[in-house]
């Protein structure tokens, strides 16, 4: 056989090959030609009497044997491998054809870009036969551990001894290793001929089995979830099980961790070395879906969700000149410890470089200062912004703060609502930092004396980042607060905020009326503009007209008409909002209530057949409506109008991970001081989080404290006579309501959120 390497042909004058095709049929002959980037190959029978055109799609295997001389092992960049989890010549992989037929063997060339691979025997004494696999031929493909490898971990053999074998064997590529081990007196054919079982067994071990075995899975459950891979059997069965929750993530990675022989670490909670993260790039270990967790000497320890991912660890060690290791661990935790790790150290890279840059200035005169940007690289800046900037996407913060002060720049995130100092940069750099990120929103950096609007859009990673820039002059400079929205993320479900289901069955009926105003209120972070979009993207809405005034739009809405309000060119919510009217409506949100004409035209829509929702900024349900009278809305329009109210707030929620939680031990006591617990209460556990890498001191996202306030006929009464608020409150109670308080409590019983939350934002 000649190769051409370039097209992946071979020229074959003398190769006895027997074809078998995927419905059982089978011919023998000689190939006249063999290229995988032509449609077909050419065989002829042996009496050379009939010639065939074979295509790809309808072969299962092509069985060359080495009869005459004319047959050579083909050269590595001949036969090469498409879309196949094999990456590395010399593996040990079990075939699984589409009719279920498996066949093991060693694969011998796997580049990217054709058609098949070829595979050799597993008996190293046998060198005459050669099977090339179409990948449509293929439905999977298993990969077992370097022989080498195999029999170091299984005590047979010694790395030493191991790496000269390795380095005699690079002189002849044509012996396999086991050959050459008996043949240097390393060890023994039966030694080599256990490790080769071993092989066998790790690489046919299947994941269902282990499971079952393990206890996770029983055997009918297995059966279940392999009888709904049959219908769909583009899914690997771990996806399946995860689909219907029958393993966890952190199963199914001990799994693989058990039939690759590989060590399991969970990345989340593991002390990841900044040193070895420093060793690749984010990009790289974004792309090949590993972190590296620790480094010794000549040795660089990668985390791996995928045990055949070989691309990885073949980069790392041609580009490092280390000896790679792998450990397991899940997807999820994986990607986590990528943002996490590679955000930091770069940040505090661009830190120091650009304090080195400073430092020669400090002194100087004014003059000389302001020409300070000039001397800082351009991208140095770009790329501390940058950081700042994913880094607060990394952390989930909702705001960044840069607030001078009179020696240094203090950069502060807002996570879960806590404003947390992460940095501290040198007074220099401010100015240089300021500038850059009003360029970002398109502000007058000549301007300093007065405040200023900007917004700019990022993309970080996958995600589109909209922000939203503020600057505020103090004495010892501007301070930049940016609010980070993530116009990717999809709006949050009614379900997911945290309302009970109770509530929500309340809150579905009046969003399905067909006209009317539905009130969201709190202060000002309270989420209300979340729960606004949640409700718009309820099914009930479908096949409606929606306009929106908003200021601003900070989601963007499918089959939503947005409308951002412009107050320099007059465009305000009044005037706004009393133009949709005429654009035939069936729903309508207004961001907020801010003024006495807005309330006025919104109570107009909401009488005219509209339904309206807004937002109003009150401390509860009860005082929205005598905020509504302040406003100059007579009391019968309101009680005509206004369907329920939700007053809300958002509270920290404990994290989930079991490492983290903890009981409360205090949590009664401080309830019971503040005459805050109830009979039902006593003897319940409460819990906490101690803190972990998955959280900020043992908190993770948060969920909405609410009230809910439906106005019923007893309640519209209350308003047309003009009753205080606490009467309304005692009567919105006696049908149904949960005060602010009391929902905080029960989300505390229910382990959602603290006692120490309650304390901190709820009770009044």
Not at 646 to 656: E, F, N, V
Not at 695 to 707: A, H, L, N, V
Request: aromatic share 4%; charged share 25%; net charge neutral.
């Amino acid at each position: 056989m000649v190769a051409n390497p370039d097209t992946g042909s071979a020229v074959i004058t003398s190769n006895k090959v027997v074809v078998r095709f995927l419905d059982g049929r089978m011919i023998k002959g000689r190939v006249l030609s063999f290229n995988q980037q032509n449609p077909v190959i050419k065989v002829e029978s042996i009496d050379r009497s009939t010639s065939y055109d074979l295509k790809w799609d309808d072969l299962k295997a092509v069985f060359f044997v080495r009869e005459f001389e004319g047959l050579a092992r083909p050269a590595d960049e001949s036969v090469q491998l498409q879309a196949s989890p094999v990456s590395s010549v010399g593996r040990h992989v079990q075939v699984e054809f589409v009719d279920g037929e498996v066949i093991q063997g060693y694969a011998e060339a796997l580049k990217t870009g054709l058609r098949g691979f070829f595979i050799s025997p597993l008996n190293w004494r046998d060198n005459n036969l050669r099977i090339f696999v179409p990948k449509t031929a293929v439905k999977s493909v298993r990969v077992a551990p370097k022989l080498g490898e195999t029999m170091v971990k299984e005590g047979m053999l010694r790395k030493e001894d191991l790496s000269e074998v390795l380095e005699k064997q690079q002189q002849d590529r044509e012996r396999k290793l086991g050959g050459v081990l008996v043949q240097e007196g390393v060890t023994s054919a039966e030694e080599v001929e256990r490790a080769l079982k071993v092989q066998k067994t790790v690489v046919g071990q299947k994941i269902g089995e282990i499971l079952v075995q393990a206890g996770v899975l029983t055997r009918e459950d297995l059966e279940r979830a392999l009888s709904a891979q049959k219908e769909n059997r583009s899914k690997k069965l771990g996806q399946i099980l995860l689909e219907m929750n029958l393993a966890t993530t952190e199963s199914l990675a001990l799994a693989l961790a058990l039939k690759y022989r590989l060590p399991y670490v969970d990345v989340s909670i593991y002390p990841v070395d900044p040193v070895a993260v420093a060793t690749v790039k984010e990009e790289v270990a974004r792309r090949l879906q590993f972190i590296p967790i620790n480094k010794t000497r000549d040795t660089l320890t990668i985390a791996i969700a995928d045990p055949i991912n070989f691309a990885a660890k073949d980069y790392i060690q041609s580009t490092t000149g280390l000896n790679i290791k792998e450990v397991l661990s899940t997807p999820e935790s994986i990607e986590e410890a990528v943002k996490q790790y590679f955000g930091a150290p770069a940040l505090d890279d661009e830190i120091q470089r650009l304090s080195e840059v400073v430092a020669a200035e400090k002194g100087e005169t004014d003059d000389k200062m302001a020409d300070l940007i000039q001397q800082v690289e351009e991208a140095s800046i770009v790329k501390l912004v940058n950081g700042i900037i994913r880094m607060a996407v990394a952390k989930r913060a909702s705001d960044i703060h840069i607030n001078p002060e009179r020696r240094s720049t203090v950069i502060s995130y807002r996570i879960d609502g806590i404003l947390r100092q992460e940095k501290a940069i040198d007074e220099y750099i401010h100015p240089i930092l300021i500038s850059r990120i009003k360029i970002m929103g398109n502000m007058n950096i000549a301007e300093r004396r007065l405040p200023q609007d900007g917004r700019a859009r990022l993309r970080v990673g996958e995600k589109l980042i909209d922000l939203r820039i503020s600057s505020l002059p103090t004495i010892w400079g501007e301070s930049i607060v940016i609010r980070v929205l993530e116009k990717s993320a999809s709006v949050i479900g009614l379900e997911e905020l945290g309302f009970f289901p109770d509530d929500l069955t309340v809150v579905r009926t009046l969003i399905s009326r067909p006209y009317g105003m539905l009130l969201i209120t709190g202060p000002t972070g309270s989420g209300k503009s979340t729960t606004v979009y949640s409700l718009l993207q309820e099914p009930v809405f479908k096949g409606k007209n929606i306009i929106t005034i908003e200021d601003p739009v900070e989601y963007e809405l499918p089959t939503v008409n947005q409308i951002q309000v412009k107050p320099h060119i007059n465009l305000t919510f009044a005037k706004a909002l009393r133009q949709i009217l005429r654009h035939d409506p069936d729903v309508i949100m207004v961001g907020e209530i801010r003024d006495a004409e807005t309330a006025r035209i919104a109570i107009q829509a909401a009488l005219t057949g509209h339904l309206l929702i807004s937002t109003l900024h009150t401390n509860n349900a009860p005082e929205t409506l005598s905020r509504l009278m302040d406003m100059g809305i007579e009391p019968y329009l309101i009680s005509s109008t206004v369907l329920g109210i939700i007053s809300q707030r958002l509270a920290r929620t404990i994290c989930k991970s079991p490492e983290c939680r903890r009981e409360d031990t205090k949590a009664l006591e401080s309830l019971a001081a503040a005459s805050l617990a109830p009979e039902e209460y006593q003897g319940h556990t409460f819990y906490k989080g101690k803190g972990c890498k998955d959280c900020s001191d043992g908190y993770r996202g948060r969920t909405i404290i609410y009230e809910l306030m439906r106005i019923n006929e007893p309640i519209k009464r209350a308003i047309v006579e003009k009753r205080s608020s606490e009467e309304i409150r005692t009567l919105a109670r006696a049908n149904g309501m949960r005060t602010m308080a009391e929902t905080a409590l029960l989300k505390a019983k229910k382990g959602i959120t603290s006692v120490e939350e309650v304390f901190t934002n709820l009770i009044e």
